[in-house]
């Protein structure tokens, strides 16, 4: 299915009255609304291959409808959530659940969405039917050079179709650690996993990058090899300069403050990308914002005064991508919502009054620190943020529209009820 430019036009019109007095309200209040809104529209963000479909949790899992068969259909659901907001302009692909056949008719497809291919992500933390070593006891750090050596082989092979699509980036997430104490010798699993990078990392083409993720817990439940933003940056700075730390909101411990954690990896010039989700135990996977909403905005808000300090570009500076799974929401309908979630914690955090709240933070006026940040929080930004969408050929109210044009039905339509897209 395609969603025609005429059908976002006509609902554009029908909304444009109620949206010009929105955005007028909002323009009243911040001189410098004009000015960000061509940060909102260069601003895009990544669409995971596995966040297409219905994702499950340990105990069973509840299949949508009309979910994406094959890579190219993956494509397409992005292609529509691109064609609504105009911010979800990129795809990440997961080996080997997205293995290209024909990489150019792929790039071809891509192109006529208007998506680009972002980092690819390699999977060592499941064993497929025809691979020969197990990953049972971890890939990277394995005790066993030959299970490291099948793993750092596979990196390199991601790194070879990321390449022919045009990607810049590898992403690693390891599932390595250990369920017991007394399991593994942590130095050594270290050096293991170090030394594999290493060999992963001498892969990489000039332009790459390779980012680390880390993750506190799950699968392993004692340890796990790159269980934190330290053990990330330990890697990525004994690695080298196109090693950078992935931060995923889900990946940390109760109550981490995330956002000093951006700020610092900012400051070291390491931090690489960012996976957006939110959660209220743990690795949840929620839709972004659904939880947090104040931890979100705070979080850009350091991203954006970093990133200026730093002197990085918003949209090309980081990674951006959502990891998030869908249990029992429409997963496009989901993805909708975390792009907007993300789009108006970044405008919020691009409206703070940075001048004042630097003079407020130098005399340790602690009230009107707190006044300057929760008066953008507290302002309902969406019309700005549709309106930087309507410009760039977006739809006023994605949401809406795609259950007025019955997207979903359309796609149960072409690829039956009954369907399992590849992924977690
Ligand atoms: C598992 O926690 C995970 O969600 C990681 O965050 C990765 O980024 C993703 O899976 C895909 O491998
Ligand atoms: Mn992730």
Request: hydrophobic residues 40%; proline residues 3%.
């Amino acid at each position: 299915m395609q969603i025609e430019s005429y059908k976002i036009e006509e609902q554009n019109q029908q909304l444009a009255a109620s949206q010009q007095r929105k955005f007028d309200f909002v323009k009243e209040q911040f001189s410098n609304s004009e000015a960000i809104i061509q940060k909102l529209i260069n601003f895009q963000i990544a669409i995971p291959s596995w966040a297409l479909g219905t994702g499950g949790t340990r105990f069973g899992r509840f299949s949508g409808s009309g979910e994406p068969r094959s890579l190219e259909e993956k494509i397409e659901d992005v292609g529509l959530l691109h064609a609504l907001n105009k911010s979800s302009g990129a795809i990440s692909l997961h080996i080997p659940w997205d293995i290209p056949q024909n990489y150019q008719a792929i790039k071809a497809l891509a192109a006529q969405h208007g998506l680009r291919f972002d980092a690819v992500n390699s999977n060592t933390f499941q064993d497929q039917p025809d691979q020969k070593q197990s990953y049972k006891f971890g890939s990277l750090q394995n005790v066993d050079k030959a299970v490291r050596k099948q793993a750092i082989d596979h990196n390199i092979e991601v790194i070879k179709h990321g390449i022919e699509l045009g990607s810049e980036a590898l992403t690693v997430w390891l599932a390595d650690g250990s369920n017991f104490p007394g399991q593994l010798n942590f130095r050594k699993a270290f050096q293991n996993t170090l030394e594999s990078l290493q060999e992963i990392y001498a892969a990489l083409p000039e332009n790459w990058k390779v980012f680390v993720e880390y993750k506190a817990f799950e699968p392993n439940f004692y340890s796990t090899t790159v269980a934190d933003w330290g053990q990330s940056l330990l890697y990525a700075t004994k690695l080298g300069p196109k090693a950078y730390t992935l931060v995923d909101l889900g990946h940390h411990l109760p109550n981490a403050n995330i956002e000093q954690i951006v700020s610092l990896l900012l400051m070291e010039g390491k931090l690489g990308g960012f996976h957006f989700n939110d959660s209220k135990y743990a690795d949840d996977d929620l839709t972004t914002g659904s939880i947090r909403p104040y931890q979100l905005f705070l979080i850009f808000n350091e991203l954006v005064e970093g990133m200026d300090a730093m002197g990085m570009d918003h949209a090309t500076g980081l990674g951006w991508m959502i990891d998030a799974s869908h249990n029992v929401k429409d997963p496009l309908e989901d993805l909708l919502q975390s792009v907007e979630a993300i789009m108006i914690a970044y405008a919020q955090a691009l409206l703070v009054d940075r001048k004042a709240l630097n003079e407020a933070q130098a005399v340790s006026d602690v009230v009107r620190c707190q006044e300057i940040l929760q008066n953008v929080f507290r302002t309902d930004v969406r019309a700005l943020v549709a309106e930087a969408r309507m410009r760039a050929g977006g739809a006023a109210d994605p949401l809406a529209l795609y259950r007025s044009l019955k997207v979903r039905e359309n796609l149960i339509g072409e690829r039956g009820y009954k369907t399992v897209a590849t992924g977690l």
